[in-house]
């Protein structure tokens, strides 16, 4: 395990380098998918680096640039990497800086290790279900493990608070989400709303900066594994609204249920 997680985060690093090179040229190429969401040379990029990694370890790899693997291919693998070379891609071509690379190791339809690094912040969380979960700030792309382990802190982090916090999609607010919203500030009072890109909303109530993480509109299955692993082992849940349970991964459809991150 530990040694599939270093594996994973230097994949992650060398990824995040090869993202930035493009997103620093402002003449970066848009493309679109067959589903019209934006495909950038840097998804690609990013994909091949972390594939050249994943390869190694003979596990099989589901990843948004190769969603077709047919179920019947698919359905028996009891350990499988789940990958999003980058999630995000609106915030990316927005040059926000609110994208990330998501690795994530499934068990069993369950994330047991998970990296996600953020290229442009140069913020890296990882956990696995052996050492727990953990954020290293200032990780630069050529990082050791040595230097990454030094900037560690375990997760969540000891906040104080004065307002239940929630966390929402930037691109994608839908209005059951507001309406939870709602709710929530019927049920606590004031209530603090933080809006972000990507699987950064999964990895702030993992930290403890936000409470909740509502998400009633589409993802699909890699834009949450690697961050449902990181707040499931600093503490945190993520629930299947329909099912009232964890999210399992590996499904016969990738597009995830609603969710809540509490």
């Known amino acids: 395990m530990e040694e599939l997680l270093k594996m994973a985060v230097e994949a992650s690093l060398k990824a995040g380098g090869?993202?930035?090179?493009?997103?620093?040229?402002?003449?970066f190429e848009v493309d679109f998918k067959g589903d019209d969401s934006p495909l950038t040379k840097a998804d690609i990029a990013s994909h091949n680096v972390i594939m050249d990694f994943l390869k190694e370890t003979?596990?099989?790899?589901?990843?948004?640039?190769?969603?077709?693997?047919?179920?019947?291919?698919?359905?028996?693998?009891?350990?499988?990497?789940?990958?999003d070379p980058i999630d995000g891609t609106k915030e990316f071509i927005k040059k926000n800086g609110e994208f990330t690379v998501n690795i994530a190791l499934i068990e069993n339809q369950k994330p047991v290790l998970g990296v996600i690094y953020v290229p442009a912040l140069q913020n890296l969380y990882y956990a696995s279900a052996t050492q727990g979960s953990f954020k290293a700030e200032n990780i630069g792309f050529d990082a050791s493990l040595e230097s990454i382990s030094e900037a560690s802190q375990k997760l969540p982090l000891k906040l104080t608070k004065d307002n239940y916090t929630v966390v929402a999609s930037k691109s994608h607010l839908s209005k059951e989400t507001e309406d939870y919203i709602v709710e929530l500030k019927n049920k606590y009072g004031e209530v603090e709303t933080i809006s972000k890109g990507s699987s950064l909303k999964l990895c702030m109530v993992a930290e403890g900066v936000a409470n909740c993480y509502p998400r009633f509109a589409p993802t699909m299955e890699w834009d949450t594994a690697a961050g449902q692993a990181i707040c499931t082992f600093a503490g945190k849940e993520v629930i299947d609204y329909r099912t009232g349970k964890e999210m399992l991964y590996n499904r016969e459809n990738l597009l995830n249920s609603w969710f809540i991150v509490h």
């Open 18 to 27: 090869k993202i930035i090179e493009i997103y620093e040229n402002d003449d």
């Open 58 to 83: 003979g596990i099989p790899v589901l990843s948004e640039e190769g969603r077709d693997i047919p179920y019947e291919e698919r359905k028996n693998w009891e350990q499988l990497w789940i990958v």
